[in-house]
């Protein structure tokens, strides 16, 4: 499980990132505006506690200059032809996809994934900005002729305003690529609060919409904690919130914003289930099913943190250990790791509590990923793969999201059984059963209480053309992440009736007269 790497490759990325990023200013106007405040959070590289640098908690004022940008460039940028936001749009895809590497490296940097995961990251968020490229479409009204005599009626999408997104620290591009290349594109202006832990991202794609010559004041970035925060919350002049992160957070925003009248999406926290059932194709989904909760050191919405083993398919569960226990942890940079370390101290040790409450809860630590070493690295935040079994419910490694590669193993007699346990866990991101049987899968796809749902597909994150969703206490709004819902999301509906002509003595014509 070990994973040396040269100190050179360390030495590159991190540097390379702290050269870049030692002083991460406020995004105004299409430039790099230096904060004056005096409250900084240090940016920290996982695998060495080295300081790369420091976001600034923006002062009131610098966050009042971003959202005054952003509603003076609305004026203009909301009549922009709707082609060429399209084309603005086109050209970012290109600079983005011309520097997913750059992007990846700093990624993997402040965050600490793997090289390989950062360039997923990236990816994944480019695809959301392609769909963006066709909102000439996809913002198309709808329209019906004649609807009463010489009477017509149609409909139009218009952009709301001010728009704000909030993003977590485990997807430092994916997660704003979510929100503000479908905002821009609808017409509205977009100010941006990275993760205060992961900013490098957002400021290079800062960088490269200017390039692209964007207009001043479409898109901005302020930065800071829960000030920040709720400095979104209460500003009058931004009118919707899109956020990913925890559910504390998640309610906090939700319950402030909301009744102000605010347009609010926030996907929050996750406790996913794969049910695996004893006619699947076992060394696929074995696989498939350690990837899932390992991948990404569990930091990761849709990672798969429970299954639920039906009858025999309980036989796999020391497979899936020793498979687990070849995958390589280190340095995110390193080629040879396949996992790199957690993104805090804080991650770290909170993880490692929740897997030893499980010991002292009558569980059993099949495969316990605590006190790996990584030669060269000694400070950094590892934790191998991990595997429970014997959880139940009430456990507290099952109640909580971990957020870490730890794997929760369940058991029941039935898929009925199964679906029911899944159930009435109170998150809904997402789920997925391995099976090769067709009526295991209609009705578990039928049944079960979440809105990402894959069948023998671990982690069922939609493709843009649909929308990311999620129910329960994994999502508060009412239209989700990207797709068509997205697109409404961003912009409000606009129905007009119009006569030209007619007959006044019609039913119409005497009812609209009184």
């Not at 990624?107 to 900005?129: C, M, N, W, Y």
Request: charged letters at 20%; one cysteine or more; aromatic letters at 8%.
């Amino acid at each position: 499980m070990l994973s040396p790497v040269s100190r050179s490759v360390q030495r590159f990325a991190c540097v390379s990132a702290l050269a870049r990023f030692s002083t991460c200013a406020n995004w105004i106007d299409n430039k790099a505006v230096p904060s004056r405040g005096s409250v900084k959070f240090p940016i920290i590289c996982p695998a060495t506690q080295n300081v790369l640098g420091e976001a600034p908690q923006s002062t009131n004022e610098e966050m009042k200059q971003a959202v005054k940008s952003a509603k003076e460039a609305f004026q203009t940028w909301k009549n922009v032809p709707i082609q060429r936001r399209s084309r603005y749009i086109m050209r970012f895809v290109e600079k983005l996809r011309e520097n997913t590497d750059r992007i990846a490296k700093v990624i993997s940097a402040e965050h600490g994934k793997t090289f390989p995961d950062a360039q997923g990251d990236v990816g994944r968020g480019l695809e959301v900005a392609e769909l963006a490229c066709g909102i000439p479409t996809l913002q198309m009204g709808e329209s019906v002729e004649q609807v009463a005599d010489c009477l017509d009626m149609y409909s139009y999408r218009q952009p709301l305003g001010v728009c704000a997104g909030i993003a977590p620290f485990n997807f430092p591009a994916m997660i704003p690529l979510w929100m503000f290349p479908l905002a821009i594109a609808t017409g509205n202006t977009f100010v941006l609060k990275p993760s205060e832990r992961v900013p490098g991202a957002s400021m290079i794609m800062a960088e490269l919409l200017k390039e692209c010559d964007l207009p001043n004041g479409v898109f901005n970035i302020i930065h800071g904690g829960r000030e920040a925060v709720d400095f979104i919350i209460h500003d009058p002049d931004i009118k919707a919130i899109s956020f990913v992160g925890s559910t504390t957070v998640g309610d906090h925003i939700y319950d402030n914003a909301a009744p102000t009248g605010k347009r609010v999406q926030c996907n929050m926290a996750a406790k996913n289930h794969a049910i695996m059932m004893p006619d699947a194709e076992k060394d696929k989904s074995i696989t498939q099913l350690v990837g899932a909760f390992a991948g990404a050191a569990g930091q990761r919405c849709m990672a798969l943190s429970a299954a639920v083993f039906v009858g025999e398919s309980r036989e796999w569960i020391p497979e899936i250990a020793k498979q687990a226990k070849n995958f390589r942890v280190g340095f995110g940079m390193d080629p040879k790791s396949d996992l790199g370390p957690l993104v805090s101290v804080a991650a770290k040790q909170r993880a490692e509590r929740i897997i030893e409450s499980a010991s002292k809860e009558g569980a059993r630590i099949l495969l316990d990923g605590r006190g790996v070493k990584v030669e060269g690295y000694p400070n950094g935040n590892f934790l191998g793969p991990t595997v429970i079994t014997g959880v139940n419910p009430s456990m507290t490694c099952y109640k909580e999201e971990i957020f870490a590669p730890v794997l929760v193993c369940l058991e029941a007699p039935t898929l009925s059984d199964a679906i029911k346990l899944c159930n009435e866990n109170p998150y809904g991101n997402g789920s997925c059963i391995f099976t090769t049987n067709g009526n295991a899968a209609r009705k578990f796809q039928h049944e079960i209480d979440s809105c990402n749902v894959g069948i023998n597909v671990p982690i069922p994150v939609p493709m843009p053309a649909f929308s990311f969703t999620g129910s329960k206490r994994s999502f508060k709004g009412d239209l989700n992440f990207y797709g068509k819902r997205g697109v409404e999301f961003y912009t409000q509906c606009k129905t007009i009736s119009a006569s030209w002509g007619g007959n006044p003595d019609s039913a119409f014509f005497k009812a609209i007269k009184g």
